[in-house]
């Protein structure tokens, strides 16, 4: 009997697979699945697959951000890949990075091109394929500041507070994936947010200390999160584990948002 | 190929409270098979019994410990026992529950009988096995709530059939989804990640629910059917093992949608 947790005879695609948060999801996923199909910029995948030496993990850089020229690209993927069993999507990620009072409209606009408008036609391509197989699980990435505003005082100038067209995004993020989970869940595709606290990569943990002390003061485990702490939930919604767990925005982020 | 070593219980001991209903049956199953040390600790041995020498026959550790949650002196036996038999604690599954009242003008007396297990038993279990844990350097705290901890009743399901929904369950389960916020908390320093699961209704195979209920219910989750036992001991075993350490004060529903629509 295979245990629940087995992904073994699994593909999964993972967008944003080369990043830092993605780059543990796909070295993880590529021991313990058939295959991963990994997405990320030009050459990216690419060196994570020989940088780790990753052995079920086919590496692209195709752009995934174009809404218009997305169904295309993804037929000819599902023509190669075959329908995937899961989806790691991690491209919501987009950040004006200016002030509030700095922000202009087009580049208010752009962040929600390329985080949403994309997303809403991957995820309704990829559901469709799924659906007919009747199963299939797909993760988007929201954020905390999808949940909770930023708190102003522990970003020191020069240093923006996270902006505020990520953070509205990151919102639409998880209520695209509650809408999405609603239209999907009878044909059995299952759809939910991860929803990370802070997570600064290695090299903001090495050179903004002071940074780093203040995002740990907010979490209750009193540490800022590790980037191989988010594969275990990935899994746990990957998996038939999470069988009847759908709509829901699964927080990681060590108590940031409960106090 | 290895499945995923951190979603497992793999040396792990764990106290699961409440084991002899349909969901409690169900999460000794499942916390056995992840290769837990499981301790159920219950009122009741004998009801227990063959479900724990079915496991044992097939090669997974479980034991009974009869428990009076409503004493705190209880608990501390309980817990020095199982720290003298298997050397540590790293979880708890808080599954007990009292369900003494029946509907809305049933006597207070049934409204304070709830409170003493389900408030006040619960709160007891946690601080003792809480701090324990907190003194050993970690460990991890489920809590069983319900989505009925969430949002109110929708009356329309029951009507025309014999079930109810009683006040105190809605009380007491909305009550533990926020105490769990506190716990984490209070016990982040040290180390004791504190998680609730909140299941949807639950479809009862050996005594089904009406036939009219369980239709509209279909209907109102997302997935459009109701919860087998079976499938929440995935989230519990999940947010006992080292694959949520960056995870606590979370409200995790296993409810088909439910609470998301």
Known sequence: MKRWYSLEEKTIWVTGGAGYLGSAITAELDQVCKKVVCFDLPGKSEALVRDLGLKRTVPLSTDINNAKTLPAILEGLLTEHGVPDGVVHLVTASSSGKRLEELSPDEFQRTFDLALTPSFILCRTLAERMKVRGTGSVILFSSMYGVVAPDKSIYHAPMAPNPIDYGASKAATLQMARYLAMHYGPSGVRFNCITPGPFPNKAVQRDHPSFVQDLTRRTVLHRVGQNEEIVGPTLFLLTDGASFVTGHSLVVDGGWTIW | ?261
């Not at chain 2, 159920?40 to 428990?67: C, H, M, P, Y």
């Not at chain 2, 009219?212 to 075993?237: H, Q, W």
Request: hydrophobic share 40%; net charge neutral; proline share 3%.
């Open chain 2, 1 to 261: 190929m290895t499945a995923h070593p951190g979603i497992c219980l793999t040396d792990k001991v764990i106290i699961q409270f409440g084991g002899t209903g349909l969901l409690g049956r169900a999460l000794v199953k499942s916390l056995a098979s992840a290769q837990a040390t499981l301790v159920v600790a219950s009122r009741n041995r004998a009801a227990l019994q063959s479900l724990a020498d079915a496991e044992s026959a097939g090669g997974r550790k479980v034991f009974i410990e009869e428990t009076d949650i409503s004493s705190e002196a209880s608990l501390s036996s309980l817990r020095d026992r199982v720290l003298a038999q298997h050397g540590r604690i790293d979880g708890i599954v808080f599954n007990a529950v009292s369900r003494p009242m029946g509907s809305m003008n049933d006597d207070l007396k049934k409204w304070r009988d709830s409170m003493e297990t389900n408030a006040t038993g619960f709160f007891a279990t946690c601080r003792v096995f809480g701090d324990a844990m907190a003194k050993q350097g970690g460990g991890s705290i489920v809590n069983i709530a319900s989505i009925y901890g969430m949002v109110g009743s929708n009356l329309s399901l029951y009507e025309g059939t014999n079930m109810g929904v009683a006040p105190d369950y809605f009380f007491n389960k909305g009550g533990m989804i926020n105490l769990t916020r506190y716990l984490a908390s209070h016990y982040g320093a040290q180390k004791v990640r504190v998680n609730v699961v909140s299941p949807g209704g639950i479809y009862n195979p050996d005594t089904p629910q009406a036939a009219e209920f369980i239709t509209r219910y279909n209907k109102i989750t997302m997935l459009g059917r109701m919860c087998d036992a079976s499938e929440v001991g995935g989230a519990v075993i999940f947010l006992l093992s080292d694959s949520s350490t960056y995870i606590t004060g979370t409200n995790l529903p296993v409810d088909g949608g439910h609470t998301a629509k």
